[in-house]
């Protein structure tokens, strides 16, 4: 796109302009490449008359195949006016240039012990194709995420998205390189520990679906994503950060932005953060001049690149009001995940006395509610602007941000409610029902709790916990319970709170320390009627540390077997 014509007419105008100077953006820092290679297969998709009808219209250096979808039906080849056509129930993956049928029932994989009557049956002939680009002609496409791969192209009925579809395909022949827009850092995913789900936020809010679940880790297609950022702007952890540009080279430019417009005499910025679902309106003179002069449009690779870290440290940095410009061509996915972020933002901005609706969504196609946004009371003025180089970890990022906007805040809460599902909160245990069993600080991702360090005691760390869930799925007594909500002390929130203790039951042989009485309760609960306890002096050994219990019965055995080793 080209860039807004911005008006300076007034001295905000003016500072506007020093500000959003070209030659203040700097380089951002290099991220690698994904290479795409497209030979010209197309796989048309449809029923069968229309599909070849397509067919018949694509470029001559394309290379057509026609499958049709028929449910519960066995796959089935055949060549109808020279063109391949496929029939039967299968499923669509892949990307640009390595899209792929798979037989309805098959894991994909093909079967090594196959014989040659095998292999060219024609579901052996399916599996093994491999296209370059689809052209689907249904009203529901094969693959259902909301935005789909790129060469993957669904008209769903519109005669002119057709026609562009039929003009584009020869164009996607070649190679194609796109930036890696992500970086994944497995060792501080919160997905899963010892077998326990724990965060899915990430694979939630993929409009392209690049994020699976493998195991206790999650993995990112980099073929699929294509540069939404919602995925690291709900990252409780920043184990998953947008790469180009990193959250680090975008916060530096904007602190330069407003720092300059502010040494240029500007007031009162606003940043209006902008992609190209709304680049079009910006081009606009009309629309521009219609647009107060403290506005600073900021153009990012996607609006949702930008999270509740990022809006904060603007904040911190002097910037009186955020507005996230959306338009037509935004995937609801990412419309959701900014209301969401924004409501989180907005109760830890009022907690603190600010207004809350310091950043909002405005709708790029309404121009009055733009100016209205904008116009609104409401917005942030620090007396003294932060200018902290933005940490690289999310978290702390967060509390740097948080605690530079506490220092001027109107009022404070001690504590503010959060939403559901917000990345800061405490964790409650039900003193009645735990029985210090640990499992909770076994699965733990953050070490938010903790043992007693020798102590039957257990502890809590409220500025580590992201509420990931792990807690409350692996404790057997269902006694931790989790609540969403941000303390603004932050010797409290970083201190450690005792969340439980009982006193210590000693072993009856050596007297050393062992279990707590309710673990050993409930231990004698669960094991009554085992067939290994069913006498006093077995029942004995469940009040032995587990050095004792081992010595114990070997004693019994002895003296059962009279005495023989």
């Not at 399916?126 to 909301?146: K, Y």
């Not at 939403?419 to 640990?438: I, N």
Request: hydrophobic fraction near 35%; glycine fraction near 10%; charged fraction near 25%.
């Amino acid at each position: 796109m080209g860039e807004p014509r911005l008006p300076e007419t007034s001295p905000d105008g003016r500072a506007r302009a020093q500000a959003l100077d070209r030659s203040l953006r700097p380089d951002v820092s290099p991220t690698s490449l994904v290479s795409f290679l497209s030979h010209g297969r197309v796989l048309i998709v449809g029923e069968e008359s229309a599909a070849l009808a397509a067919a018949r219209r694509l470029d001559d250096r394309l290379v057509p195949t026609v499958f049709t979808s028929v449910a519960s039906h066995p796959v089935a080849t055949a060549t109808v006016e020279g063109v391949a056509c496929l029939r039967g129930d299968a499923r669509l993956s892949g990307s640009l240039g390595s899209y792929q049928l798979t037989p309805a029932g098959s894991d994909g994989k093909q079967n090594e012990d196959e014989d040659e009557e095998g292999e060219d049956s024609a579901a052996a002939a399916m599996g093994r194709a491999r296209f370059d680009l689809v052209l689907d002609l249904g009203q529901t496409p094969l693959l259902g995420q909301e935005v789909l791969p790129p060469g993957y192209f669904a008209p769903r009925g519109d005669d002119d998205e057709l026609e562009r579809a039929i003009a584009e395909l020869p164009e996607m022949r070649g190679e194609f390189e796109k930036p890696k827009f992500f970086n994944y850092d497995p060792e501080i995913c919160a997905h899963g520990n010892r077998g326990v789900r724990g965060c899915t936020r990430c694979l939630e809010v993929c409009p392209a679906w690049a994020i699976t679940s493998i195991g206790e880790r999650v993995a990112v297609d980099p073929n699929l994503c294509q540069g939404f950022g919602t995925c690291a702007s709900v990252c409780p952890t920043g184990a998953i950060t947008y790469a180009f540009p990193t959250t680090g080279d975008l916060l530096g430019y904007l602190r330069t932005v407003l720092t300059s417009y502010r040494d240029g005499g500007g007031t009162d910025p606003q940043l209006m953060f902008f992609d190209s679902a709304s680049a079009d309106y910006l081009e606009d003179d009309a629309y521009v001049s219609a647009l107060p002069e403290n506005i600073l449009p900021v153009n990012l690779e996607e609006v949702g690149t930008a999270g509740m870290d990022s809006w904060l440290t603007c904040l911190a940095y002097g910037a009186g009001r955020i507005l996230i410009m959306t338009g037509e061509e935004t995937p609801s996915t990412i419309l959701d995940v900014l209301q969401r972020e924004i409501g989180v933002t907005a109760a830890l901005l009022e907690g603190m006395g600010f207004p809350g609706n310091a950043v909002q969504i405005v709708a790029s196609n309404d121009l009055e509610g733009v100016r209205a946004a904008a116009s609104a009371d409401g917005t942030i003025r620090l007396k003294r602007p932060a200018r902290f180089t933005p940490p690289p970890e999310k978290r702390l990022l967060l509390r740097v941000a948080i605690n530079h906007l506490l220092e001027y805040a109107p009022r404070r809460r001690k504590s503010v409610a959060l939403p559901a599902g917000a990345p800061f909160g405490q964790v409650k245990v039900d003193g009645q029902a735990c029985t210090l069993c640990m499992s909770c600080v076994a699965v733990c991702p953050t070490s938010a709790l903790r043992t007693g360090q020798g102590l039957p005691q257990l502890a809590f760390v409220e500025r580590s916990c992201i509420q990931c869930g792990m807690c409350e799925k692996a404790c057997p007594e269902d006694a931790v319970s989790l609540a969403a909500r941000f303390l603004y002390d932050e010797d409290e929130r970083s201190s450690r709170r005792l969340l439980h203790e009982e006193q210590p039951v000693c072993c009856i042989s050596c007297g050393k320390p062992f279990a707590t009485r309710s673990m050993l309760e409930a231990m004698t609960r669960k094991l009554e009627g085992h067939w290994m306890f069913q006498t006093e002096a077995e029942r004995r050994r469940l009040e032995m540390c587990d050095v004792c219990r081992v010595k114990d019965l070997m004693r019994a055995r002895q003296a059962e077997g009279g005495g023989a080793s």
